[in-house]
């Protein structure tokens, strides 16, 4: 069951088109990646999402409720935390916390003492000194402190040591087993790797890929590492062997999903004495479209 | 120990260059305003009689505590500058040094220009050697450029030896409260609190010589601000308050420097306090954050009005033979029969005092669009508040705070009026005549919440507006303006009590306007994108 669905979502700012036809759904109990490169449109859709800016056209809806017309009411059910935290220079971050916590509505002092703890983080000081990963854990912990249906993070660890990303990435785990649904906008690859179901790649204002890691990666290619008894000569000639590099004893390509199984049987024939294979990571499937693009811009 | 100052002069380039626009706008508006005063007093009071009469207002102890004492009887132009003029300048070229050295210091402290600036080879000392040759630099061509311009004005009493010491008492008062100022960064972790407690020290200064002034003197002595007037420029012109001024500054300057020397970057000699773990019950509502954040704001703004109010109702006491011998403002008054000067003056006090108070509630809406520039917006919108619940919530706090300050001014000036005037004033004269403004101030905050509510870039325009009603309002009286042209502004359309009579229709209409403007403008912001 979808939870939240944009469909045709499109925001012009003047003349520029910031958004052009984005569509996204994530379902109940699922972790969402949507990734692309800055200026995309990542935070213009979430903030589409959230009532604070109107689409120019399109629909948005979370819970099968329209995202601007009842913002209160969604907006009860889901938590967010934006990339750039920007607080009140002169209020502590203890009190930042409260007040965000009771502003949704809720309040679980339990919870937000666990928090604070787990993020190691420090309420007493004002804001003006907090470093850009503290603020984000201001964000964080009062986020997280709610259980919300819908959890929607736009790059929240962007400021986090790798140790503070852990914690975060284990609350995420946390949600979702506990059945709720999050969108996370994200720019560490290995994270969303860790963490989503599904994902969408945006680009320019349009989602130009979408779908399970699993499903994704089939349509790509897995990474090779070969060393043979004989040269392999022909390789490079085979259909849906691309990228073929010699590296002293080794030979590194890769192989298009549906063509493994004639590859393998030539390799075989030579005498394997290594054979390495890895499924492409999601910056694979993130720079072969990046660079698919750039290339076809190039070209027109 | 040269090491310790390397590139100085580097920096001391760098931030001249800087802030060469800054640093020169300081300078030429006090000098400005300190030459243009004498020139004003001499076309304004030419003959003795009418400074004496000048004198005889000056003499009652709230015009004491303001500008401090003088040789009343002997009230010449000059002395008249000193007194009037001097201790107000110093105050500001104070302000002038506390705000440039907190730039220079702690700000860039805080921000880590200075940690960049810091890891080349540059000394331990040098940002602030830099800052305080920059300070002093800047002092001392004020002195200067001050005693030439008063010297040159051709006034007899404006003399040569009294010109230089003016200069001088501005320029040690900006050298002594920069070396406090420097002397501060050392002491607090953040620019706010350098700001914070320098201000303090000026103010206490200020206040500690105003009782010392009007009853117990030993407190001006102890008080930097009470040796100012104390030169007695243009009468006795005594030097050694300067050398105090300027060997007290060597005290704090010596501290600063051995501090700075001492304590690590980013650091204060003073830990900073433990903040509150939790928000209070009151902090946890968009009204409770929407005062909390104009909290400082909105009291400096009360205690400034309430002052503002006492200072003109100071003045009461002598009006009627003041005005008497003072053509200008016969005919600013446009005198009517039946109507002494005191309540002519009231009438026009009002309006001026109305504008001002709308100053801070017109803050107060515009406040809810930087915070959206701030984009700290979105932590509340994202939450379970609508819209018109944050608008609201700064709308309240802006029509509580448009009544509170037109009442305090009203109070303030009410009170100090009552103390001076023979037989007292009537309360529900002064309170209801500034209340009546209320309905025009009302109808700024309409404007305001319009612009925030559709064209938030362009709210600059209630300022303009603003100005506009005071220059027609003000200066209409002075040069007779036709009539029409005070109705552009709302306040034109108030009844000026106590001279005119009260009309209920400008009011209710004033109203009507305001309510329907905040409505379109709240429709307009639930409407519009929100921009961070």
């Known amino acids: 069951m979808s939870i939240l669905k944009a469909t045709n979502l499109t925001k012009k700012f003047g003349d520029f088109k910031a958004l052009d036809g984005v569509n996204i759904e994530v379902n109940e109990g699922e972790v969402f990646g949507f990734i692309g490169p800055n200026g995309a449109g990542k935070s213009t859709t979430i903030r589409i999402l959230l009532g604070m800016l109107k689409a120019t056209s399109g629909e948005a809806k979370i819970f099968g409720k329209d995202v601007w017309q009842d913002a ?86 962007s400021g986090l040591d790798p140790l503070m990303e852990r914690v975060f990435q284990e609350y995420v785990l946390e949600a979702k087993q506990a059945g709720s649904s999050v969108l996370l906008s994200s720019h560490i ?108 811009g190039g070209d027109s | 120990m040269s ?79 000193s007194h009037q003029m001097l201790l107000i300048t110093a105050v500001v070229v104070g302000l002038m040094s506390i705000l440039l050295v907190t730039r220079y210091t702690r700000t860039d402290e805080e921000d880590g ?153 980013g650091s204060g000699m003073l830990p900073a306090r433990k903040g509150k773990i939790h928000a209070s019950r009151s902090l946890q509502s968009p009204i409770g954050l929407a005062f909390r954040l104009q909290r400082t704001g909105t009291i400096a703004w009360a205690v400034g009005m309430i002052v503002l109010g006492a200072t003109y109702g100071s003045v009461f006491g002598d009006l009627e033979s003041f005005f008497e011998g003072n053509e200008i403002f016969i005919e600013m008054l446009s005198i009517d029969g039946g109507t002494t000067y005191t309540e002519q003056f009231i009438a026009i006090l009002m309006v001026i005092v109305a504008l001002f108070a709308t100053i801070p509630p017109i803050m107060n809406v515009i406040k809810l669009y930087n915070e959206e520039k701030k984009g700290r917006i979105g932590h509340l919108l994202s939450r379970s508040v609508s819209r018109y619940q944050l608008l609201m919530s700064f709308l309240i706090i802006s029509i509580i705070n448009a009544f509170l300050m037109v009442s305090l001014t009203a109070i303030g000036l009410w009170a100090a009026g009552d103390a001076v005037v023979e037989g007292g004033l009537d309360f529900w004269n002064i309170y209801g005549a500034a209340l009546a403004y209320y309905p025009a101030m009302l109808f700024f905050i309409g404007l305001a919440v319009l612009f925030v509510g559709f064209k938030p870039r362009f709210s600059s325009i209630v300022w ?32 000026g009590m106590p001279i005119d009579e009260f009309e209920l229709l400008p009011i209710i209409w004033l109203t009507v306007g305001a309510m329907l403007l905040m409505i379109i403008g709240a429709l307009g912001y639930r409407r519009r994108d929100i921009q961070e």
Not at chain 2, 51 to 69: K, Y
């Open chain 1, 72 to 157: 209160v009411d969604i907006h009860k059910r889901i938590a967010y935390v934006p990339g750039d935290v920007n607080l009140w220079p002169n209020l502590t971050g203890g009190e930042v916390i409260d007040l965000f916590v009771k502003l949704r509505g809720g309040n679980n002092k339990n919870r937000r003492e666990e928090l604070i703890e787990r993020f190691n983080f420090d309420p007493s000081k004002k804001c003006r000194t907090y470093s850009k990963g503290n603020r984000q854990k201001v964000a964080l912990i009062a986020a997280l402190a709610s259980e919300a249906e819908i959890y929607i993070f736009d790059e929240p660890t």
């Open chain 2, 464 to 495: 303009i507006y603003l100005f506009f009603s005071f220059i027609v309002l003000y200066f209409g009286e002075l040069f007779q303006f036709p009539e029409w042209i005070g109705k552009l502004s709302p306040f034109g359309h108030i009844p």
């Open chain 2, 3 to 81: 090491e310790r100052f390397a590139k100085t002069g580097l920096l001391t380039r760098f931030i001249l260059k800087r802030d060469r626009f800054r640093l020169s706008l300081w300078v030429i508006g006090i000098w400005f305003f300190t030459i243009i005063v004498p020139l004003a007093f001499e076309s304004l009071y030419p003959s003795q009689s009418e400074r004496d009469m000048m004198a005889d207002t000056m003499n009652n102890p709230a015009m004491i505590a303001m500008v401090g004492p003088a040789d009343l009887s002997n009230y010449t132009i000059g002395v008249m500058t």
């Open chain 2, 113 to 265: 220009k200075l940690e960049l600036i810091q890891s080349l080879p540059v000394g331990r000392l040098s940002t602030l050697n830099a800052t305080i040759i920059v300070l002093v630099v800047t002092n001392v061509i004020l002195a200067v450029i001050t005693a030439i311009g008063l010297s040159v004005l051709g006034i007899e009493s404006v003399d040569v030896s009294g010109s230089i010491l003016y200069g001088a008492t501005l320029g040690a008062t900006g050298i002594l409260f920069a070396m406090i100022t420097a002397f501060f960064a050392q002491i607090t972790e953040s620019s706010r609190g350098t700001i914070g407690l320098s201000i303090t020290v000026l103010l206490g200064a200020y206040l500690l010589r105003a009782i010392g002034d009007v009853s117990v003197e030993a407190l001006s002595w102890i008080s930097p601000l009470g040796w100012v007037p104390m030169t007695e420029i243009y009468a006795n012109n005594d030097w050694w308050p300067i050398f105090l001024m300027l060997g007290l500054a060597i005290i704090f300057f010596i501290a600063a420097y051995y501090f700075n020397s001492i304590r690590d970057l």
């Open chain 1, 189 to 296: 690859l290995s994270e969303v790797e860790k963490l989503c179901d599904r994902v969408g790649i945006i680009r320019q204002g349009k989602i130009i890929e979408s779908g399970s890691l699993n499903d994704m990666r089939h349509l790509t290619r897995s990474n090779m590492i070969v060393q043979t008894k004989k040269p392999m000569d022909g390789l490079a000639q085979l259909s849906g062997v691309h990228s073929v590099e010699e590296t002293g004893d080794e030979t590194i390509f890769q192989v298009d999903t549906d063509a493994m199984e004639s590859v393998i049987e030539f390799v075989s024939r030579h005498g394997v004495i290594k054979l390495e294979s890895a499924p492409p990571t999601l910056e694979d499937l993130f720079m072969r479209h990046y660079e698919t693009d750039a290339q076809s």
